[in-house]
């Protein structure tokens, strides 16, 4: 069964540090998401990308947030300076059309020290 | 503006006994509406979804959830608990606006399902 693969599992981080997570969305899905869940929280959307553009971002999703697909293949959500509240579980998600449902990969903790 | 409220963050039931988790949802529009569960460490695995077809909708183990339009609710439940659904439930609305190129999900604060022995 086709699935969504995230690299890493696990993630450290000094804080101001540069950190790529990377995702692999199932082949023929065109719509591709990143959320977010800090510890204990609700699962919050940061990001979503169509067409190689970002469609909608939110609040969280600022200046220091960035995504791209630079191949075929990879969707990576970069963040260019880590703070301490960057620390969560980092999801990526990819669905086929609209209005279908999003699969989600396993995530990637990230710690922020 | 689309949401979801889940009433009751932690929910304890015995095995063999019947789970109701409570998911109320808030559009704009004619809605789209999803249970994740997860799972201890695990990412989100989709349980079941509505998508303005049947009202009464059949996921996997053992899991269903009913549309109603007029309560607001997708209220989802599973006859019989086993040990193995302990886990973290989530109700989630489709945000996509009208014509609109997205389809993030607006999740609900979550249940933790709690299934005694």
């Known amino acids: 069964e086709p699935e969504v693969t995230q690299t890493p599992s696990h993630q450290v981080t000094q804080m101001g540090q540069e950190v790529i997570l990377r995702c692999v969305p199932i082949?023929?899905?065109?719509?591709f998401y990143w959320y977010r869940q800090i510890l204990g929280q609700k699962v919050e959307f940061l990001v979503s990308?169509?067409?190689?553009?970002?469609?909608?971002k939110s609040e969280i999703f600022d200046d220091q947030f960035s995504v791209e697909r630079p191949d075929g293949s990879n969707f990576t959500l970069k963040i260019r300076s880590t703070k301490l509240e960057d620390s969560a579980m980092y999801f990526c998600?990819?669905?086929?059309?609209?209005?279908?449902?999003?699969?989600f990969g396993q995530g990637t903790r990230l710690t922020v020290v | 503006a689309q949401s979801v409220t889940q009433l009751g963050s932690h929910v304890s039931v015995s095995e063999g006994a019947l789970v109701l988790l409570r998911c109320n949802y808030s559009s704009s529009y004619s809605p789209s509406l999803f249970w994740y569960v997860q799972h201890p460490n695990k990412g989100l695995q989709l349980l079941l979804k509505?998508?303005?077809?049947?009202?009464l909708v059949k996921g996997i183990n053992g899991f269903e959830a009913e549309f109603k339009k007029s309560e607001t609710s997708f209220h989802l439940t599973k006859p019989s608990a086993h040990m193995s659904d302990a886990a973290e439930y989530f109700c989630?609305?489709?945000?996509?606006?009208?014509?609109?190129?997205?389809?993030?999900?607006?999740f609900g604060t979550g249940t933790l399902l709690a299934v005694q022995p």
């Open positions: 082949s023929n899905h065109l719509y």
């Open positions: 998600a990819s669905s086929s059309v609209l209005n279908t449902e999003a699969f």
């Open positions: 509505y998508t303005s077809a049947a009202t």
């Open positions: 990308f169509y067409n190689n553009e970002i469609s909608e």
């Open positions: 989630a609305v489709s945000a996509s606006s009208y014509g609109g190129a997205t389809n993030k999900l607006i």
